[in-house]
C-alpha cells in the first residue's frame, strides 16, 4: 500500500536535487533561492481530460527552430502520443544546424533524455530544465558545451528561452509525468518541421546530411506516435533497433540488428511517402532556402515587444549583452559599482484654461507605452498558477503495435490567456522551492511600466 507515495516521495527527491545537479555557467546562473512551480491550470487539466489522456502521463518534447515553437506531446490511454500544445519560443541563439563546440552560441539539434535530475527549479531564469548536451552522438564527434537549458525569460546564448509564464506551464507538466512513473522525457531539437517539402528547401544546405539522420527519428515518431528508441553507433543515430541486446558503442561498428517488428510496417510505409514526394519537389524544382544567417530566431508573436539589446551585469559581475523590451528591468537591480538613484520630483503639470491655445502634448523623452487594450498574447494554451501537489499513479502503458502509418492530425490551437502564479504553494507539497512561488505577469505586462 506505501509503494505509489514512496514512488512519489523517490521522484520529489530528485527534483529537490537538481539544484546540484543542473550546475550553473554564465548562461544558465542559479537564483539565490528555490521556487516552486505552479499547478496546472483548470483549462490545461480540461484540455489533457478532453484528449483522452491523465494529468500524470508521459510526455516527450519537440522543438524547431525556424518556426520557433515547442511542441508538448502526451501520451493518450491508447499509449501513443498526441500534441497537447504549441507554446511560441521567445528566443533561441546561433545559426540551423548543431552545436559543435562551446561558445558558438548554437542551440543543440538532436535527441536527448530529461531525467528529474536535470530539472533545476532554481534557475537564474526563473525555472528550466537542462537538454543534456552532449549526448552520446555529440561526444563521438568531440562536440563541446555545457548548461544547454530551456528556461524562463527572453535571452538565449545556446540555449531556448521560453518566457517566464510558459516553462512554468512546461516544467509543471514535467514533474507530473515523472509523478506518474516516467523515468526521463525525450526532447528531440529540430532545425525546421521535418516535412518532405522543407528538406527539398533547405538540399543545399551544409548540414543536410545531419538533417537526413534527424529525418529517420522524425519519421518514425510520426508515423508510429510512440517514443522512438535512440541509440548511436559508427557516430549516427540508430532508431527503433532490435539487436537483441547486443550492446551499441558510439564510435565502434553498429551490432547487427533490425527494425522493430512492431512498428516496421508502419515505419517503412511512411518512409516511401515521404521520399516519394521529395523527389517530387525536387524534380518539380522548389526553390530553395539560402542558409540562416544571424543570430537566432524569435516568434512573431514576441518580435514586435522587443526593441534591441542592453548590458547588464551577471552574478559574476561582468557584463552582458541582453534583449529588452521597452522598460525592461535589469537583471540585477542595482548592478556592483552602482550607486541607487534618488528619486526625482515629477514638475507640477499645468491646468488648461479655455482660453488657452489648443496644443499636441508631447510625450517625455522616456515615457513608456501603454499596453494594448489585451496584453495577454494568444499563445495556444499557456496557463499557469501555483505549485499543486503531486497525484501518483501507474506507470505508462507500454509500446503499442501499429499496424500502418496513419496522417498526422492538425495540431488544434487552443488560444488561452496566460494567468500568473502569486499564491504560495501549499505546505504540503513534495515540490515547493525554499520560498514562496514568486509572482509573474504575462510576457507584455513584464515589460510595461518598468523604470
Not at 403 to 429: F, G, L, M, Q, V
Request: glycine share 8%; aromatic share 8%; charged share 20%.
Amino acid at each position: 500500500m506505501r509503494r505509489p507515495f514512496t514512488r512519489a516521495l523517490l521522484a520529489s527527491a530528485a527534483i529537490a536535487a537538481a539544484v546540484v545537479l543542473a550546475g550553473c555557467n554564465p548562461e544558465e546562473g542559479i537564483a539565490p533561492s528555490g521556487r516552486a512551480a505552479a499547478p496546472l491550470s483548470d483549462r490545461t487539466l480540461a484540455l489533457i481530460a478532453s484528449k483522452n489522456m491523465d494529468k500524470d502521463s508521459p510526455i516527450l518534447v519537440r522543438v524547431f527552430k525556424e518556426e520557433s515553437e515547442l511542441e508538448v506531446w502526451k501520451q493518450g490511454r491508447d499509449g501513443q502520443y498526441a500534441l497537447l500544445k504549441t507554446y511560441p519560443i521567445c528566443k533561441w541563439s546561433g545559426d540551423l544546424g548543431p552545436k559543435k563546440k562551446e561558445g558558438d552560441r548554437q542551440a543543440p539539434e538532436g535527441f536527448y533524455t530529461i531525467t528529474p535530475g536535470q530539472m533545476n527549479p532554481n534557475s537564474n531564469y526563473y525555472l528550466a530544465f537542462n537538454t543534456g548536451f552532449p549526448n552520446a552522438y555529440d561526444r563521438s564527434h568531440g562536440y563541446s558545451g555545457s548548461e544547454l537549458m530551456v528556461h524562463g525569460d527572453c535571452s538565449s546564448r545556446g540555449c531556448y528561452a521560453m518566457t517566464d509564464e510558459q516553462i512554468q506551464e512546461i516544467y509543471a507538466l514535467a514533474r507530473e509525468s515523472f509523478f506518474g512513473g516516467q523515468k526521463a522525457f525525450q526532447f528531440q531539437a529540430y532545425p525546421f518541421r521535418m516535412t518532405a517539402l522543407n528538406m527539398a528547401k533547405h538540399r543545399n544546405n551544409p548540414n543536410f546530411a545531419f538533417w537526413k539522420m534527424l529525418k529517420e527519428g522524425y519519421d518514425h515518431f510520426e508515423a508510429t506516435k510512440l517514443e522512438p528508441k535512440v541509440a548511436v553507433c559508427e557516430q549516427r543515430y540508430v532508431f527503433d533497433e532490435d539487436s537483441a541486446g547486443k550492446p551499441f558503442n558510439p564510435r565502434g561498428a553498429c551490432p547487427a540488428y533490425k527494425l522493430d517488428a512492431n512498428i516496421a510496417e508502419a515505419v517503412f510505409d511512411y518512409n516511401r511517402q515521404e521520399q516519394y514526394k521529395m523527389a517530387s519537389y525536387i524534380a518539380e524544382g522548389v526553390a530553395t532556402v539560402a542558409p540562416h544567417v544571424g543570430d537566432g530566431g524569435q516568434n512573431p508573436v514576441f518580435a514586435s515587444a522587443v526593441v534591441g539589446t542592453q548590458q547588464v551585469y551577471d552574478n559574476n559581475g561582468r557584463l552582458v549583452e541582453i534583449m529588452k523590451a521597452p522598460g525592461a528591468l535589469p537583471r540585477i537591480a542595482n548592478p556592483p559599482g552602482t550607486t541607487i538613484p534618488q528619486p526625482k520630483a515629477e514638475p507640477q503639470s499645468q491646468v488648461a484654461t479655455a482660453a488657452s491655445a489648443p496644443r499636441t502634448p508631447t510625450p517625455p523623452a522616456q515615457s513608456h507605452p501603454a499596453p494594448a487594450e489585451n496584453t495577454s498574447l494568444a499563445l495556444r494554451g499557456t496557463n499557469t498558477e501555483v505549485a499543486a501537489k503531486p497525484k501518483p499513479a501507474p506507470a505508462s502503458e507500454p509500446r503499442t503495435q501499429v499496424a500502418k502509418a496513419t496522417p498526422a492530425a492538425e495540431p488544434e490551437s487552443d488560444s488561452s490567456d496566460i494567468r500568473t502564479a502569486s499564491a504560495p504553494p501549499p505546505s504540503n507539497s513534495l515540490l515547493s522551492g525554499a520560498q514562496p512561488v514568486m509572482p509573474v505577469g504575462t510576457f507584455a505586462s513584464r515589460w510595461y511600466g518598468a523604470r
